[in-house]
């Protein structure tokens, strides 16, 4: 089974309506970050959560972890057809120290009808 | 602050030959990662250089094999082409210390 689940895997929403994405981890999470990429490219760093009740912003995007639940829900408010894209959670599972290597999620697509 | 550069961006190669994709890392940082993301699969984690050396492994066969330059640039290398290894890979960098992993755009590899 998938060590970090994402959910929704697709979500479509209207512009200007407001969405929520989650990723879940099966191992006790030491960092967890969040990436957007377009088809095909690379992927965009958003933001790293490391500690726990740890939230943070950047425009309108919005991330908290919840370290208890080993989660992470990632909020997105008046969405735009510029939020269109693929969401991946990446978790440090490792422990202590310099990461070596994340594990990713499978991913969520949105798509935002204008 | 330029950032992570991969190239080429596409290769397309017949089975059992050669690849070799190349990375180069932010200005400053020292570690270097490569990833598979295969269609299906997500992304995986392949290799992990720093400071020259191989760091950690994920679970691939030795055919896909890498090295690190001085200048923290790195190539990865795969062996004995399979259909399967068709996949974008994606070069991260980071500073030693930190866990934050700035990828580039990628290389597209086609096995025919």
């Known amino acids: 089974s998938q060590e970090l689940e994402q959910s929704p895997q697709s979500l479509i929403v209207q512009e200007g309506k407001n969405l929520t994405i989650n990723c879940t981890s099966s191992?006790?999470?030491?960092?967890l970050y969040w990436y957007k990429q377009k088809y095909g490219e690379g992927l965009i760093f958003l933001m790293m959560l490391q500690k726990g009740g740890e939230e943070k912003s950047h425009e309108k995007i919005t991330a908290k972890l919840d370290e208890k639940k080993q989660q992470s829900s990632l909020h997105i408010t008046a969405s735009q057809p510029s939020h269109a894209g693929i969401y991946l959670c990446?978790?440090?599972?490792?422990?202590?120290?310099?990461?070596?290597?994340?594990?990713f999620g499978t991913g969520t697509l949105l798509a935002v009808q204008p | 602050e330029a950032g992570v550069t991969q190239s080429p961006t596409h290769l397309i190669k017949t089975r059992g030959q050669q690849a070799t994709l190349r990375c180069s890392p932010i200005?400053?940082?020292?570690?270097v990662y490569w990833y598979q993301q295969a269609l299906g699969l997500g992304l995986q984690f392949l290799l992990w250089?720093?400071?020259?050396?191989?760091?950690n492994r994920g679970n691939f066969p030795p055919r896909f094999s890498g090295r690190q330059f001085p200048n923290y640039s790195s190539e990865l290398n795969v062996n004995a082409l399979e259909l399967e290894d068709s996949a974008l890979y994606l070069c991260a960098s980071s500073l030693w210390s930190n866990n934050e992993q700035f990828f580039g755009p990628g290389t597209r590899l086609t096995v025919l």
């Open positions: 990446g978790a440090d599972t490792s422990g202590g120290g310099a990461t070596n290597k994340l594990i």
């Open positions: 191992k006790t999470l030491y960092g």
């Open positions: 200005s400053g940082h020292t570690s």
């Open positions: 250089y720093d400071e020259g050396e191989e760091r």
